[in-house]
């Protein structure tokens, strides 16, 4: 199993930067494909970014493209989301989580294919 903890959410104005980070402990992070999702108020989770165990695929929201970045450290068990001009159509919590096994790049974007979740932290930006 792996244990995952988001941080780095916060209040942010629109235009500004923000990165999210999430911890993982327990077993090998190399060896879990990883994502980001994010769920407002009264809407339904919805994904946001992905990448690969190695970290050479990455994969986006057609919304969150060319804004937010995906990425990893494996040496340090730790995922990033670096969001660079945040919309307030961004708030909401964002969790990340992790899962063995991804059958193709397809899976990627759903939430049921992942095992492990975060408890998620608050990201509210302002206009």
């Known amino acids: 199993q792996v244990q995952l903890v988001e941080s780095g959410g916060g209040l942010v104005q629109a235009g500004d930067s923000l990165r999210l980070s999430c911890a993982a402990s327990g077993r090998t992070f190399s060896i879990y494909a990883m994502g980001w999702f994010r769920q407002a108020p009264g809407k339904e989770r919805e994904f946001v970014a992905a990448i690969s165990r190695s970290g050479a695929n990455t994969y986006y929201a057609d919304s969150v493209k060319d804004r937010f970045t995906i990425s990893r450290d494996n040496a340090k068990n730790a995922l990033y989301l670096q969001m660079n001009s945040p919309k307030p159509e961004d708030t909401a919590v964002y969790s990340c989580?992790?899962?063995?096994?991804?059958?193709?790049?397809?899976?990627?974007?759903?939430?049921?294919?992942?095992?492990?979740w975060g408890q998620g932290t608050q990201v509210t930006v302002s206009s």
């Open positions: 989580a992790a899962v063995q096994t991804i059958v193709n790049s397809y899976y990627y974007t759903k939430a049921t294919s992942y095992n492990y």
